[in-house]
């Protein structure tokens, strides 16, 4: 069974406001009086005009610093949402969280299907060759600045295949065996 709070902030059809309810008192609430209240309470339930509601409950963290999570279970799971340390929560922010547990998911994109390696090395020459461009045997420097190019062009960390980068890098170790000075 849920923990009761000691704070409700709901929507008044009558007042067409919110209203703080600390029984058995009731409080017209602004963005001020919530600012002002925030700091007495460490828990409140929160009712939107849309029907929407959750709870609210400040957190203590290991240094000291106290913020504000949402919390409501939706379809059997507890949900969590971050509200801040509690100087810039207003009521519109808690009516936008409101509607945020209940908004559905936004829908998954279609992934594109896996790239293929585009580079085959076979532990020849003419692969060598062929994966560096290269009609003949080229110098030193000439392999070192196409190797250059084509770690550029292939490394997994700038969005290249690893398949590809190991059939450059095995390339570049064959044809350093040919190349002159």
């Known amino acids: 069974m849920p923990k009761r709070t000691e704070f409700t902030i709901a929507w ?77 929560i207003t009521l519109n922010l808690l009516a936008s969280v409101a509607r945020a547990f209940v908004a559905p998911p936004e829908p998954k ?15 020849t020459l003419a692969s060598a060759l062929a994966i560096f461009g290269f009609a003949t045997v080229p110098t030193k420097a000439k392999l070192t600045t196409k190797y250059r190019e084509l770690v550029k062009q292939h490394h997994p960390d700038v969005g290249g295949l690893h398949q590809d980068m190991v059939a450059v890098n095995l390339a570049y170790e064959y044809l350093k065996r040919y190349v002159s000075p």
Do not use: I
């Open 12 to 88: 008044s059809d009558a007042r067409q406001a919110c209203e703080l309810d600390h029984t058995p008192f009731l409080f017209p609430l602004t963005d001020d009086t919530l600012q002002a209240w925030l700091p007495r309470m460490e828990a409140f339930h929160f009712h939107a005009v849309s029907g929407e509601s959750f709870t609210a409950r400040k957190e203590t963290k290991q240094r000291g610093s106290a913020y504000w999570y949402a919390y409501k279970r939706v379809a059997g799971k507890l949900q969590k949402k971050y509200l801040g340390d509690g100087t810039n």
């Open 109 to 123: 994109q279609a992934q594109p299907p896996p790239r293929k390696p585009t580079l085959q090395f076979t532990r």
